[in-house]
């Protein structure tokens, strides 16, 4: 985005704020993602293809938990990894909300392709809370398994198609909330009887429930935000569409008019 439409987003959001729309001395939550924009064209400037083999752009979002109005966006090119900017991105989204009116406790929440230790430390640095995250990585996947058995607690509002516990250990001095999942046993049900994991770092106090529950209520609106979202077409499917749109003779002889038949004489139509 341009530096004036960046402006314009921030003083709309200062006076609307102002209006009595913003979080005063109240909580705020921001979500922060990322989106491809698809765009048609070979000479866009900075569109390039990512992860989902798109054409387009690759802009950072942050959202207000809630009320989903837009706070802060960084454009970036089609090819940009996930958390390039992240630590920019985040200096000027803190200092927005501060400028818009924002003085209480703030809660930034990501999934793992944010998973930046100088994002953690600018944000600790802010006084601002963080959950985000973590990949399953090599040391990380060491610090899982040496987990207790009996430090695995079951989660009581987990959906009944499986089941779920949550943990949590350390992770370079941060703490680290780990949630297993396993499907129950179903006939051609992927990952059934095995467990997986999905870790997040945060510096949050508050006892693990209250933590765990509050992230988990992110990823389920990031899986429903995914399913709502067009999906890149399968394999053949493009070729498919272009012959279903072609337009041939047998098409244009059924989509025309039946010829008008001429009427026949009778006899007292006869001169």
């Not at 866009?44 to 837009?70: C, D, N, W």
């Not at 809660?107 to 793992?112: F, I, Q």
């Not at 095995?194 to 508050?206: C, D, G, V």
Request: proline residues 6%.
């Amino acid at each position: 985005m341009s530096v004036s439409s960046t402006g314009c987003l921030a003083e709309t959001l200062k006076r609307a704020w102002a209006a009595g729309a913003g979080p005063g001395d109240g909580r705020l939550i921001v979500d922060v993602d990322s989106f491809v924009g698809e765009v048609c064209g070979y000479d866009k400037q900075g569109a390039g293809f990512g992860y989902t083999h798109k054409r387009g752009y690759h802009p950072l979002l942050a959202t207000r938990s809630g009320s989903g109005e837009v706070l802060h966006v960084r454009f970036r090119k089609g090819s940009a990894n996930t958390q390039r900017g992240m630590p920019r991105f985040c200096d000027e989204l803190i200092a927005r909300v501060r400028r818009a009116g924002a003085t209480g406790p703030c809660l930034l929440r990501a999934d793992s392709g944010f998973w930046n230790t100088k994002v953690f430390d600018r944000l600790a640095k802010a006084g601002w809370q963080f959950s985000v995250g973590v990949r399953m990585t090599k040391p990380v996947a060491t610090l899982v398994a040496g987990i207790p058995e009996d430090a695995w607690q079951a989660l009581t509002d987990y959906p009944e198609t499986g089941e779920a516990q949550i943990a949590e250990t350390i992770l370079s001095d941060r703490r680290l909330v780990v949630r297993r999942v396993r499907l129950l046993a179903a006939d051609g049900e992927l990952f059934a009887g095995e467990w997986r994991h999905f870790p997040f770092a945060t510096n949050r106090t508050e006892p693990i429930e209250t933590v765990e529950a509050e992230h988990r209520r992110w990823r389920a609106w990031r899986r429903s935000a995914a399913r709502r979202s067009t999906a890149p077409p399968r394999r053949g499917e493009r070729r498919r569409r272009r012959r279903g749109s072609r337009v041939t003779r047998s098409t244009l002889r059924s989509s025309r008019l039946p010829r008008p038949t001429r009427p026949t004489a009778t006899a007292w139509s006869r001169p």
